[in-house]
T-cell receptor, first 117, second 112 residues
Framework: DGGITQSPKYLFRKEGQNVTLSCEQN?????MYWYRQDPGQGLRLIYY???????QKGDIAEGYSVSREKKESFPLTVTSAQKNPTAFYLC????????????????FGDGTRLSIL | GQQVMQIPQYQHVQEGEDFTTYCNSS?????IQWYKQRPGGHPVFLIQ?????EVKKQKRLTFQFGEAKKNSSLHITATQTTDVGTYFC????????????FGQGTILTVHP
């Protein structure tokens, strides 16, 4: 089945540690996104990528980094600079957008719950 | 993208009652997407509205896009316990390609 796989499902971070969240998709989608969701809140965009080897900061990029070396993969690193990393992290993908076509729906993975030890 | 405001934040209904959530923007929106997130789950795309005054139906769900493209609504007729979750109205347009701007969502609880 096609879909988006996020791993791990639960992750614990120690003080001063960087952690990397995995996101893989086999939908052949060009665009991929990372969101953060805090309890009772909507989703906030961290980073997005519309094409391999290119990505842009979202609304809350500080303390996070990403790479897009392959079309299928868009890992997110939560660095020690992110002082409040406890949240639900969601990865999404879409067929992408273009100047002359409507925005496409985003397909989400099951998410990773990150907590501080 | 322009932030959308969604009301109410919470809604508790008895099974069989109707439910409506409203989404408003101070600026004209190019399009709106609606997503549903079950408790503990991830958002799932429901529908996209693009045209002014557009109305779309999915079984018991009716979605509307205002004439001025500044507001939208989702109405559920005769709620069921399977309707429980958070419904998000999302600004799918804006100045940055591919960027979705989520509202805070409406959390729906259905009492059997």
């Amino acid at each position: 089945d096609g879909g988006i796989t996020q791993s791990p499902k639960y992750l614990f971070r120690k003080e001063g540690q960087n952690v990397t969240l995995s996101c893989e998709q086999n939908l052949n989608h060009d665009a991929m996104y990372w969101y953060r969701q805090d309890p009772g809140q909507g989703l906030r965009l961290i980073y997005y990528s519309q094409i391999v080897n290119d990505f842009q900061k979202g609304d809350i990029a500080e303390g996070y980094s990403v790479s897009r070396e392959k079309k299928e993969s868009f890992p997110l690193t939560v660095t020690s600079a992110q002082k409040n990393p406890t949240a639900f992290y969601l990865c999404a993908s879409s067929t992408g957008t273009g100047r002359f076509k409507p925005y496409q729906p985003q397909h989400f993975g099951d998410g990773t719950r990150l907590s501080i030890l | 993208g322009q932030q959308v405001m969604q009301i109410p934040q919470y809604q508790h209904v008895q099974e069989g009652e109707d439910f409506t959530t409203y989404c408003n923007s101070s600026t004209t929106l190019s399009n709106i997407q609606w997503y549903k997130q079950r408790p503990g789950g991830h958002p799932v795309f429901l529908i996209q509205l693009v045209k002014s005054g557009e109305v779309k139906k999915q079984k018991r769900l009716t979605f509307q896009f205002g004439e001025a493209k500044k507001n939208s609504s989702l109405h559920i007729t005769a709620t069921q316990t399977t309707d429980v979750g958070t419904y998000f109205c999302v600004n799918a347009g804006g100045t940055s390609y591919g960027k979705l701007t989520f509202g805070q969502g409406t959390i729906l609880t259905v009492h059997p």
